[in-house]
C-alpha cells in the first residue's frame, strides 16, 4: 500500500474517471460523498448508505470536537469503529463551519477562536489543533485548515483571506502525520480571482499534497461564477490527482462540475431535502408534501432501486410526511442518496465510453422535461 493515489481510467473533454486508492478501500470516481457531519449521516443506518453505493462519507471536525470530542472518539476506536463505517471517510477541517455556524469567533494568524454553537463554550482550532483532531479521528482523507471567506467580499479581502490559508495550509502539512492509504488535501482559494486562483494553485502545489480541493466556492456566487472560475482553475491542478469540489451541489452542478475535471464531491442537499420532503429524479425534484401525490400509486422514480421505491408509492411518502411521521425523512433520505449515486454512476459510465456530451444533453432534457 503506497501512500494514498489517484488513478485515471479514462478521460472524456476534461472530464475524468478513475480510482482513488485508500487504505480503507478503492472508490471509484466521479464520486458523491454523503456528508456524516456528527458522525451520522441523517436518517441513515450504514447499512442503508452501503445500499446505494456510496464509497467515501464525510465527517467533520467542528462537529465532533464538540461532541463527543475527539479524545472520546479515539478512545471509542476513531470515527471508522463507531459509525460501523469501514470505508473511507474524509473529514473537513472545521474553518469553514467555524464561519458558517456564525459561531462567535475570533480570527487572528494563528487561528480562530470561537464559542460552541451548542453550550457556548469556549474553543480554539490552528492548522496544528484541526490537523491532530482529524488524526484522533483516524480520517482516511485530511483537510488542511483553511479560511473560507463570505462572499461578497472586496478583491483586498479574498487576497489576505488566501495568503493566511496558505501559511495555514504550510502548517497543516507540517502538522499532518502520513501513514501508508492515508493523504491530505489542499484547499484552493482565490475566491472568483484568477489571478488570485492561480497563486493559490501554485502555493499547493509547491508544498504537495495526495489531493486538491477547490474550495471558497458555492457560496452564494453562483453557478455561472462557480463554473467560471472552475474553466481556469481545475486545468493548473496536476492531472495525476483527485480534485474534490468542496460543498457541490445540485445535479446539474455535479455534472457541469465533471465536465470540467472535477472527481470529488459533498452536499447536503440530498440529505436535507430528504427531510424536507424534496424528493430528487430524473425528471427534476417534487414536494412530497404536495396534495397532487395524495393517491398517486406510482414510485417516486421507476429507474429507482431504493426501497422506498421497490416497496412504497408517491401517495404513502405524501401520507408519511403528512403526519410528520419518521420514516418519510428515512425512505427519502435514501431515495435521494440512491439517486445522487446512480447520476454519478451513469456520469462515470458515459465517460469511460468517451460518451459523456450525448449522456449529458439527455440528462439536461429529462431534468427539463418535468415530472412523468
Ligand atoms: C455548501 N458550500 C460550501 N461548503 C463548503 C465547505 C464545507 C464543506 C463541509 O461543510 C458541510 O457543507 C456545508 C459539509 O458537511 C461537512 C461534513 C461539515 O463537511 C462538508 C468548505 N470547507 C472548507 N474547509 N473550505 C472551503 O472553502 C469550503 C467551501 C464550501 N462551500
Ligand atoms: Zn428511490
Not at 48 to 73: C, D, Q, W
Not at 253 to 278: I, S
Request: neutral net charge.
Amino acid at each position: 500500500m503506497s501512500p494514498m493515489r489517484w488513478m485515471t481510467e479514462a478521460t472524456c473533454g476534461n472530464a475524468r474517471a478513475g480510482h482513488l486508492h485508500t487504505a480503507h478501500g478503492i472508490v471509484p470516481t466521479p464520486t458523491f460523498m454523503p456528508v456524516g457531519t456528527a458522525g451520522t449521516v441523517k436518517a441513515m443506518t450504514m447499512d442503508a448508505v452501503r445500499s446505494t453505493g456510496a464509497g467515501i462519507v464525510l465527517g467533520n471536525t467542528y462537529h465532533l470536537m464538540l461532541r463527543p470530542g475527539a479524545e472520546r472518539v479515539r478512545k471509542m476506536g476513531g470515527l471508522h469503529r463507531m459509525m460501523d463505517w469501514s470505508g473511507p471517510i474524509l473529514t473537513d477541517s472545521g474553518g469553514f463551519q467555524v464561519m458558517s455556524l456564525g459561531a462567535l469567533r475570533k480570527l487572528d494568524q494563528d487561528g480562530v477562536t470561537f464559542n460552541s454553537h451548542i453550550d457556548g463554550s469556549k474553543h480554539r482550532l490552528t492548522p496544528e489543533i484541526s490537523t491532530d483532531i482529524q488524526h484522533a479521528l483516524d480520517a482516511t482523507i485530511t483537510m488542511c485548515f483553511d479560511e473560507c471567506p463570505a462572499l461578497p467580499a472586496t478583491p483586498e479581502r479574498i487576497e489576505q483571506s488566501m495568503q493566511l490559508s496558505m501559511r495555514w495550509a504550510a502548517r497543516s502539512r507540517e502538522a499532518f502525520v502520513p501513514r501508508l492509504g492515508y493523504g491530505q488535501f489542499g484547499i484552493v482559494q482565490g475566491g472568483t480571482e484568477r489571478e488570485l486562483r492561480e497563486r493559490s494553485v501554485r502555493a499547493l502545489t509547491d508544498i504537495g499534497f495526495e489531493g486538491y480541493a477547490i474550495g471558497g466556492l458555492a457560496v452564494g456566487e453562483g453557478q455561472e461564477l462557480m463554473f467560471s472560475t472552475l474553466d481556469y482553475t481545475t486545468p493548473l491542478l496536476p492531472g495525476t490527482h483527485a480534485r474534490y469540489l468542496m460543498g457541490v451541489g445540485t445535479p446539474d452542478d455535479l455534472l457541469g462540475a465533471v465536465e470540467r475535471g472535477v472527481d470529488m464531491f459533498d452536499c447536503v442537499m440530498p440529505t436535507r431535502a430528504g427531510r424536507t420532503a424534496r424528493a430528487y429524479t430524473e425528471r427534476g425534484t417534487l414536494n412530497m408534501r404536495n396534495a397532487r401525490h395524495a393517491e398517486d400509486n406510482r414510485p417516486i422514480s421507476p429507474h429507482c432501486d431504493c426501497l422506498a421505491c421497490t416497496r412504497h408509492s408517491r401517495a404513502y411518502l405524501h401520507h408519511l410526511f403528512r403526519n410528520n411521521e419518521i420514516l418519510g425523512p428515512m425512505l427519502l433520505t435514501w431515495h435521494n442518496l440512491a439517486y445522487y449515486q446512480r447520476l454519478m454512476r451513469t456520469i462515470r459510465a458515459a465517460i469511460v465510453a468517451s460518451n459523456l456530451p450525448a449522456v449529458a444533453a439527455g440528462l439536461r432534457a429529462d431534468w427539463a422535461a418535468g415530472d412523468w
